[in-house]
């Protein structure tokens, strides 16, 4: 059984940073690529960040370059998601999903986890 289980969500001031992970299980990790997803409310969900099989980053959104990076470990299972510089228009659910092997949009992607909140106030 897949799972992908985000963690690291919570409060973060204007500015600041935060670690988003997603660990998953049942999958062949290093043939997957994972991508992060955010929500808003009353927003349609749009791509942030995936890193592909390989270790290859693709960037979604324009709005979050030099600011968001991502990175996986394969021992781990785990990929990550370094939030710096943190606005308040980066606040929204943030969501893993999982496909295999190469990157591409959130309507392709089989696997998802729960989400985790991210709230951007000082």
């Known amino acids: 059984q897949v799972q992908l289980v985000e963690s690291g969500g919570g409060l973060v001031q204007p500015g600041g940073s935060l670690r988003l992970s997603c660990a998953t299980s049942?999958?062949?990790?290093?043939?997957?690529?994972i991508g992060w997803f955010r929500q808003a409310p009353g927003k349609e969900r749009e791509g942030v960040l995936c890193i592909n099989s390989r270790g290859t980053s693709t960037n979604y959104a324009d709005s979050v370059k030099d600011r968001f990076t991502i990175s996986r470990d394969n021992a781990k299972e785990t990929v990550y998601l370094q939030m710096n510089s943190v606005k308040p228009e980066d606040a929204a659910v943030y969501y893993c999903a999982a496909r295999y092997y190469y990157c591409s949009s959130f309507s392709n992607y089989p696997f998802w986890g729960q989400g985790t909140q991210v709230t951007v106030s000082s």
């Open positions: 049942g999958l062949t990790f290093d043939q997957y690529a």
